[in-house]
């Protein structure tokens, strides 16, 4: 019988162990953060040492790439930190084959960075902003800047990103009340707002989204739920019509997105991921360090992603304790 050749490691689809293909990397560049939130960032939390360099992750990426991914998030901590972000987001944008390099940030140094990080090749930034409220912001973050992310906000309005989107963690007894008001403040400001379930990583009580719904129609907001796109993999929202703009959702423990996960996570010390809610993981740092070949890159790479669970256990009992702090994670 006539042997069948290898398949090259490289060569997509880059797909995990029930098939589900994958194409958008969430590559997280520090987990350091000038906020320290309440539900993200436990005070024990002391980061991981040896960052991955420029030249790293665009190695890593670079490779990715090859395997069909298209799409790269920046996340953290908070990865305007990194003096490098520039470097870092125009070697990646600058990548063949990435389509689309997106930031996560809580804005505070957005004044100065919005127009270099579009002129680098970032196209979308998720901006984080739990309230509206400087007292309730001083009550969740334990040193972030209120202001410098009003302002930060407004630059990147200004600096006219193809789209920018507002995350709100809504928590029980703390911001619940706000989403009318927000959805206000984000569509005057061409913002599209996204309410998110707390997730199990640090301090609070979650809100399941079918009643943050019902409050925002009870505020008198009309909302239309939009029909999903079966081709479109971009992210784990749903997204509703409202008068102003959109309203985006992400209910990962009411509504488990977990079926149509795209995603695969690199912690900023070169650890691969494959779930945000398992402990799974390939040390892509020590194999580059190492002199590992993009083949022997790849060959790690699918043999993590064949290890990724169906879905998260966030709601399993225990395992909550289990969970490394979301900042560790890359979000």
């Not at 790293?56 to 790269?72: D, K, P, Y």
């Not at 945000?276 to 194999?287: I, T």
Request: hydrophobic share 35%; net charge neutral.
């Amino acid at each position: 019988m006539k042997r069948e050749p290898e398949r090259d490691p490289l060569s997509p689809p880059l797909q995990d162990a029930q098939g589900r293909t994958m194409t958008y990397l969430r590559l997280s560049v520090t987990d350091r953060c000038n906020f320290r939130c309440s539900y993200c960032s436990p005070a024990s939390w002391g980061g991981k040492k040896d960052l991955l360099g420029p030249e790293e992750f665009e190695r890593i990426v670079s490779v990715f790439a090859r395997m069909g991914l298209r799409r790269v998030r920046l996340t953290g901590g908070e990865p305007l930190l990194r003096p490098d972000i520039l470097d870092i987001s125009r070697r990646i944008s600058s990548v063949p084959g990435i389509e689309h390099v997106a930031i996560t940030t809580n804005a505070s140094h957005l004044e100065r960075l919005a127009v270099p990080l579009r002129e680098a090749g970032v196209s979308q930034l998720n901006i984080s902003l739990d309230t509206l409220s400087e007292a309730t912001f001083r009550s969740i973050s334990r040193q972030g800047d209120f202001n410098a992310t009003l302002r930060g906000i407004e630059a990147a309005v200004v600096a006219g990103y193809a789209s920018l989107k507002l995350n709100v963690v809504v928590m029980r007894g703390v911001n619940d009340e706000e989403p009318p008001a927000l959805v206000s403040w984000a569509h005057e400001r061409g913002l599209v707002p996204r309410f998110i379930e707390l997730m199990p990583f640090g301090q609070g009580t979650p809100v399941p989204t079918a009643e943050m719904v019902e409050r925002l129609r009870a505020s008198g907001l009309s909302l239309t739920l939009e029909e999903e796109d079966p081709g479109d993999m971009a992210g784990p929202a749903r997204y509703w019509r409202a008068p102003g703009g959109k309203v985006g959702f992400i209910s990962p423990l009411t509504q488990n997105f977990c079926g149509g996960c795209n995603r695969v996570r690199v912690a900023s010390n070169g650890d691969l991921r494959s779930c945000l809610g398992g402990r799974s993981q390939a040390p892509l740092h020590a194999l580059i360090r190492g002199g590992a070949s993009d083949a022997e890159l790849a060959l790690s790479i699918r043999r993590a992603l064949g290890e990724k669970p169906e879905g998260h256990r966030f709601t399993e009992p225990g395992n909550a304790s289990t969970l490394l702090p979301m900042m560790g994670i890359g979000g």
